[in-house]
């Protein structure tokens, strides 16, 4: 049981490493590609939620999220009804380089699913969001300060 999350961390850091690589073309520096994905894809969304999306501190999300914001990848918009929020929107610079990241994605999704059947794909999807969903329990309660009982 324990190769499991072995294996789910070499993917991750495998894929993360190609697409480093592949988005520095567009000045897009160390996994900022994640949050620019999450903002495109929600305008308007808040900091904390792109942070709780991405599973990362709110620290590491500010700091990615402000060179996002410095090199014109997106803009922070005051909200109409409380100055304290600032919505998070893609630029149009943000916007051109989206699909070409989409793309990646979805190539990257194509290759790793090759030679499974569709349900076998719909089955990885969902076994993987059930380990996901259990993870977040400990997530939370080690964001807030916490230990876990090990």
Not at 10 to 25: T, W
Not at 130 to 135: A, K, L, S
């Amino acid at each position: 049981m324990t190769e499991i999350l072995r294996e789910v961390g070499m993917i991750a850091r495998a894929l993360d490493s190609i697409s480093n690589i592949e988005f520095k073309q567009f000045d897009l520096t160390r996994g900022q590609y994640l949050y620019l994905v999450r903002i495109c894809e929600n305008p308007g969304i808040i900091q904390e939620k792109v942070a709780e999306m991405i599973k990362v501190d709110r620290t590491t999300a500010a700091r990615a999220i402000q060179k996002l914001e410095v090199n014109g990848f997106i803009e922070k918009n005051d909200d109409p009804y409380n100055k304290k929020i600032k919505k998070l929107f893609p630029t149009e610079k943000g916007m051109k380089i989206y699909p070409s990241i989409k793309s990646e994605n979805d190539y990257s999704n194509r290759v790793a699913l090759s030679g499974f059947s569709e349900s076998e794909a719909e089955t990885i999807l969902s076994l993987l969001q059930r380990v996901r969903e259990n993870v977040e329990k400990d997530w939370e309660v080690v964001k807030k300060g916490n230990k876990r009982d090990y």
